[in-house]
Each structure stands twice: as C-alpha cells, then as structure tokens.
C-alpha cells in the first residue's frame, strides 16, 4: 500500500513554531511520507531563516519556492501571493501530494490554498475560524473556503467554520498546534531548564545592550505592521519607543514580521537607536529559536506589542500582557491581557498596570496541548475518497 504523502507548506518563522508538533507526529508514522516545502521569509536571513532549526529538529526540507518582492508595500505584497501561486502550483504539480497542509493567515497561506485549488489537491488548514484584524482577516476566511480539512483551536471558531457553510464532519476542534510545544517548554523552564545566559548572548547575537535575564526584570516586545493601517505603521511604533524609553526597563525586541509596512517600523527603531545611542536598554533580534522565545515569554515582566503570540501562548504561561492596537482586535483573549490605543502614556500606564499583576494563572484557551496528536491522526488516517474535491456549501 503507497504510503500517503502529505505536505506541509512553511512560510514564516512563526509558521513552523505553529505545526511543529503535527511534522514531529507526522514523521514517526509509516504509513506517511511527509514533505515539507520552505519559503516566504522562512528562507531569508534578513527575517531570520529557519531550515538550521528544522534539520535540528531532524526534518528534512523536500522543496524552496522563493517569492518575496522587496519593498513591503501593500502591492509587494500583493505581488509576492501572486508570485507564490507560480512557485507552489509547480511544486505541487511535480510532487503530487494527497494532502497540502497550510497555517494561519498570511500571504503565503493564501498563496498555497489558490495552489491546491487549481491542482485538485486536498488541504487542510490549522487556525482557521478566528477573528483578528488587519488583512489577515479576510485571508484566513478566504482559506478557510479552500480548504476541505478544518483543525480550529477552540469551539469558536469552530462555529464560525460552520456558518461559513464547511462541513461538520469535516472540522476538527484540535486545539493550536503551538500550545503543545509551549507546554512542554514551560515544564522544563520551571523545573531549572531554563537559559543559560553566556550562551544565550553569544550565540544569537542581536543588537544593542546586554543585561542580566535572570537578575533583572525585563520587558519582551514585539510589534508588526498593520497592513490595512500601511501609512502609520512608523508613527505606532515611535509611541511603543517612547513609552520604553520612559518605562526605562530592559527590553528584548524582535525584529517585525515580513508584512507590508515592516521596513517603516525597521525605519524608525533605527532612527531611535541612532538618537539614543548611549541607551542601553534596548536590545533587537532577527529571530529566536521557539524553545529560547517561550522561554523569555515565562520569565519577562511583562510582554508587550501586538503580536498573537501575547494572547495565544500568553494565555497558557499566564505572561502579563499589553496588545497594542488593532492587529489582534475580536480575537479571543485570557485575563492575561490588557488592550490600549497607539498612544505611549496608555502604553506606559497599561505595562505599570501588569508589572504590578504579575503572573496570571494558566488558561488553556487555545489548547491543552494534544493539537499534534489529533491533527497527525486525522491527517494520516482519514478516508480522503469521502471528502470530494469539489466543496459544496453546506446550507
């Protein structure tokens, strides 16, 4: 019997820290040839390349597609989906896998889903169903109309599958992917595994200031363009600075994301660094290895900008957080979270608010750490000849 072969497409950083434990289970099952394709920003030092974390992990990477324009405007970006169609469809066309599994809600997810479509591939699609803001939005509903396998997180999105007219039977309520690995991190941080600091500076790097993580209390920031807020991108992030440089805290601050928009944020802490180049407050990375990023998450003071990652893992380590504007309006949110507007006193006031909460208890909101398992299973075991490749609305 041909064993199945399911792909999986990764795209960002982010993408692979979001179905690392489906690849883990994925690759242990004999009856799956599991196929991993990279590309987007997961290919690109400038965001922080991934495939040495991969073949640490021991995955092997089966295909690249490289399909980001340069600019980070609102048309690159448009450019670079249309881009990834004609990479992915030849991918996919030479592979010819059973199943395409895709993340999220970004650009290259969208890319992917289009593939699959035109190629009469089956896909199944992790976080679907949730609500944010920002293009996002609109793109992960659009795939979540492409794909014929759901894994939603919680039971909400779950229903917002279902009033698309998806097919109950084919939503599974799995919970994050991300959550399993978070869990397992979390356990070994607080059992003593937890960063060891020589090594930490020394090998990644980074710029900027350095400071004791374990003596000090430190802040961890990351903030991302907005992409239907394209022309005030720079200025949200100059009140994010200015609220850090009151707060006078240390701050490990990730680089942004690949959207459109993330050269203006890249502008302005620049710019900032320059004007403040005796600060030393302040340090940045390109990228972190998941396990060394949950790690800071469980032991920072306070998480702020206006990443998921604050409200999705932030939940189940119980991290106080501050979600800086409307990126992650309308998604469902733990007690660990307080929201304001792009303005740097609400900033400041809010990271006050939370250094003196402290550590919130754990919320299992978007899982309980099983996600891979049950995706894996129904990835590999379940009888694709009952899924038609032509969807039909269900009402």
Request: net charge neutral; glycine share 8%; proline share 3%.
């Amino acid at each position: 019997m041909a064993k199945r072969k399911i792909a999986v497409v990764l795209g960002s950083r982010a993408n692979y820290a979001s179905i690392k434990s489906v690849l883990r289970e994925l690759k242990n099952k004999n009856q799956v040839e599991l196929q991993i394709y990279l590309g987007a920003s997961a290919l690109l030092d400038k965001y922080g390349k991934i495939e040495p974390i991969l073949e640490a992990d021991g995955l092997s990477v089966n295909d690249r597609f490289y399909m980001l324009i340069e600019g980070e405007t609102p048309e690159t970006m448009a450019m670079s989906t249309g881009l990834g169609i004609i990479k992915l469809s030849g991918i996919f066309q030479n592979n010819r896998p059973d199943v395409v599994v895709t993340v999220g809600d970004r650009f290259e997810t969208m890319s992917t889903a289009i593939s699959a479509a035109y190629l009469n591939i089956h896909l199944a699609h992790t976080m679907g169903g949730e609500v944010s803001g920002t293009i996002d939005e609109s793109i992960r509903h659009a795939v979540t109309k492409f794909a014929h396998i759901h894994f939603p997180a919680n039971e909400k999105a779950a229903e917002r599958i279902r009033k698309m007219g998806e097919n109950p039977a084919h939503i599974f309520v799995t919970g994050c992917p991300r959550i399993d690995v978070v869990k397992e991190i979390i356990d070994a941080n607080r059992a003593g595994e937890g960063i060891e600091e020589e090594s930490f500076w020394e090998k990644y790097k980074g710029v900027g200031g350095f400071f004791s993580l374990k003596r000090e209390k430190f802040l961890l920031v990351m903030q991302h363009p907005v992409t239907t807020e394209f022309e005030a991108n720079r200025r949200h992030m100059s009140e994010t600075l200015s609220a850090l440089q009151k707060l006078k805290m240390p701050v490990i601050m990730l680089w942004p994301n690949a959207d459109a928009g993330s050269d203006e944020i890249s502008k302005e802490i620049r710019t900032f660094r320059e004007k403040h180049k005796t600060d030393d407050w302040l340090h940045l990375f390109k990228n972190l290895p998941m396990d060394i990023f949950i790690r800071l998450m469980d032991s920072c003071a306070c998480m702020l900008g206006n990443s998921s990652s604050a409200i999705r893992e932030g939940a189940i380590v119980g991290v106080p957080a501050v979600n800086i504007g409307s990126r992650q309006s309308g998604r469902c949110r733990g007690l660990n979270i307080i929201d304001v507007d792009y303005n740097a006193g609400e900033i400041f006031e809010a990271v006050k608010a939370q250094l003196s909460n402290g550590k919130y208890p754990a919320d299992n909101l978007y899982g309980d750490g099983n996600a891979g398992t049950e995706i894996a299973k129904v990835l590999s075991e379940t009888d694709l000849t009952n899924i038609p490749v032509q969807k039909k609305i269900m009402y």
